[in-house]
């Protein structure tokens, strides 16, 4: 009997490793790559009635997305995306297009619609230039993986090397997934397949720490798996949702090159949840129930004591310290707002962005020498790379194609034949949408968020939370400004994952609170600051750990992806250290100190 569970778990490893090994090389080659990756040129046009003053008929708007599909099918582009957007607009992504000329000459012409079309936004990116990104991405990710493993298995031991397992058939999951719903691999996508890892670590980080507690109280492995695992089920859930409703805001609000990000992060819950909780569960009850786990050192164990009869740092006590802390850097942040102009990119302003990649390096005067004689005069120039070899050109009037093609050829004819760039274009009323919707989003997200943590738990709990997840916010709007950080469009993303994490420690934490709270009657606010402070402590190592591996993930991205991402890992990475801080130093505090005030109306009844 006890070799039918070890050879059922021997059978599952097997199988889902020789399905990873067979499918993955097909997998790889049937994802739809972005246009970011294979060079192209992505437009976003406003329709509008051929009589004026007539609203846009729908069907007139669908029957002249068809017209723009089968026109970029003409020009033989690999799998065309054209997709209505709201009332009045039409997106076109044409992945693997070489002549810009040839696109705006077809794409652009009226004749035969039923509706006037006028080009809001384009933009353009070379192939090598995608190529690179992808390549710097996708070894971000293979050394984002590597230590987090490796962090796992140390720290975890036998159960590390097993959640290990199971993150990488997460990883396999989500490509799977992301080819049956027909995903476009863009930048923002694969950023969250990298970031995503550490997400799907958590899961095994908090029921393995469940289960050491257990261990702790001196129980036998199979009832210590078993209460662990039931405790910890709960708490990912919880979790895992609040992080969804973030996500799920954003790929509803349909913000353009970021709504891949949101499918991505939707998507990678719920096959995390799938790999890294029924799997990893499925799994380990197997193992235990084979006898082959005999020693608590399985699942890192290295010292039997008990978490209570240490004396911990009173984090209740010196709330009126965080408190400050935090009102000193918010009225910093507040000053350099109101007081700063913030660096937005061509994003949540009107203009173009011009990146150009040669093959030698230029200085800053070449650079914008060759463009003012060019008869385009840019209004900022920056130059980057590891060979000084990139150039950032940001141009405050929108640029036709000539204007581009007139500055490419100046850089061929007067410094180099290889000239690789990526053009952004956006219009003034364009601009003006994206910014309104992105507060709208963020405002949104929080309030759905604040919504499921009063339902689910209570009203106290929905304002400490909501009081820690817009103090992280802030924090990471204000090192943007002080540090004079671009904003872009994926800056909205990193916010709103930053939302999501802090609401996610949060309610980890509060639910250890609310679960210790039922084993306790509590009579005054000492014993409350007891019971609050223990559980602080309680889940101390799951925070610190998770932590680490997200950490390590927006690190790798920022040193070894591609550059359009640096500042949406930075991003990550103030957001996740602001984010712990403030669930632990600022969240829990505001819910002991409300609960106290209703303490004090009871012993007044």
């Known amino acids: 009997m006890l070799k039918k569970p070890f050879s059922l778990f021997v059978l599952i490893i097997l199988g889902i490793s020789g399905a990873i090994a067979c499918t993955t090389p097909y997998l790889i080659s049937h994802t739809t790559i972005g246009l970011e990756f294979k060079g192209g040129y992505e437009i976003l046009y406003t329709a509008e009635s051929l009589q004026s003053g007539k609203p846009v008929d729908k069907a007139a708007l669908l029957s002249t997305a068809n017209i723009l ?47 006037k079309l006028t080009e ?23 050394i984002a993986l590597s230590i987090i493993l490796s962090f796992m298995i140390i720290f975890y031991r036998g159960v590390g090397l097993l959640a290990s397992f199971t993150v990488v058939t997460y990883l396999w999951l989500l490509l799977l997934a992301f080819n049956v719903f027909h995903g476009v691999l863009s930048l923002a996508a694969v950023v969250t397949f990298v970031l995503g890892m550490g997400i799907a670590v958590d899961a095994n980080i908090i029921a393995y720490e469940r289960i050491k507690e257990e261990l702790r109280k001196g129980k036998s492995i199979a009832d210590a798996l078993k209460e662990g695992e039931h405790n910890a089920f709960h708490i990912i859930m919880h979790a895992n949702i609040t992080t969804a409703i973030a996500a799920i805001v954003l790929f509803f609000a349909g913000i353009g090159p970021i709504k891949g990000f949101a499918f991505t992060l939707i998507l990678s819950i719920i096959v995390s949840i799938v790999s890294n909780v029924f799997l990893s569960r499925l799994l380990l009850n197997l193992l235990v129930r084979s006898n082959a786990v005999k020693k608590p050192s399985f699942f890192g164990m290295r010292i039997k004591q008990s978490a209570e ?51 030698k390096s230029i200085t800053q005067d070449d650079a ?43 850089f061929k004819d007067n410094y180099t034949k290889n000239v690789v760039y990526e053009e952004n274009t956006y219009d003034p009323a364009v601009a003006q949408d994206l910014e309104t919707k992105a507060v709208y989003v963020i405002l949104t997200a929080i309030a759905a968020i604040v919504v499921f943590v009063a339902i689910r738990f209570s009203w106290r709990f929905s304002i400490a939370s909501a009081v820690s997840v817009l103090n992280s916010a802030f924090f990471v709007l204000a090192m943007f400004v002080i540090f004079k950080l671009e904003i872009d469009v994926t800056f909205i993303a990193a916010i709103l994952t930053v939302i999501g994490f802090a609401t996610y420690n949060t309610i980890v934490i509060f639910d250890r609170i609310r679960e210790n709270l039922k084993l306790h009657t509590i009579k005054n606010h000492e014993e409350l600051h007891t019971v609050i402070n223990q559980s602080i402590w309680q889940m101390m190592t799951r925070s610190i750990n998770t932590v680490i591996t997200v ?55």
């Open 69 to 115: 599909a089968a026109r970029a099918n003409s020009l033989g582009v690999s799998e065309p995306q054209v997709s209505i957007e709201g009332d009045h607009e039409i997106r076109v992504d044409l992945a693997g297009v070489s002549s810009n000329a040839q696109v705006r000459s077809i794409m652009d012409a009226q004749n035969n619609l039923p509706l």
């Open 120 to 142: 809001k936004y384009s933009e353009t990116v070379g192939g090598v230039l995608g190529k690179s990104d992808l390549q710097a991405t996708f070894w971000a990710g293979i």
């Open 309 to 359: 009869s240490l004396k911990h740092f009173s984090f209740i006590k010196h709330r009126y310290k965080f408190f400050v802390i935090s009102a000193v850097i918010g009225a910093i942040g507040a000053f350099m707002l109101f007081t700063t102009e913030l660096n937005y990119d061509i994003d949540f302003k009107a203009g173009t962005a011009l990146d150009i990649t040669l093959d």
């Open 368 to 410: 914008t020498s060759i463009m003012e004689n060019a008869g385009v005069p840019p209004a900022t120039v920056a130059i980057g790379g590891q060979n000084n070899n990139q150039i950032a050109a940001r141009f405050d009037n929108v640029l036709k194609g000539d204007d581009v093609n007139s500055i490419i050829n100046a």
């Open 551 to 605: 950490v390590i993930a927006a690190v790798c991205v920022y040193l070894f992806g591609a550059e359009p991402l640096h500042n949406f890992a930075l991003a990550i990475l103030f957001g996740l250290i602001c984010g712990t801080y403030s669930s632990i130093c600022i969240g829990t505090p505001v819910y002991f100190m409300l609960k106290k005030r209703s303490l004090k109306v009871e012993e007044k009844l």
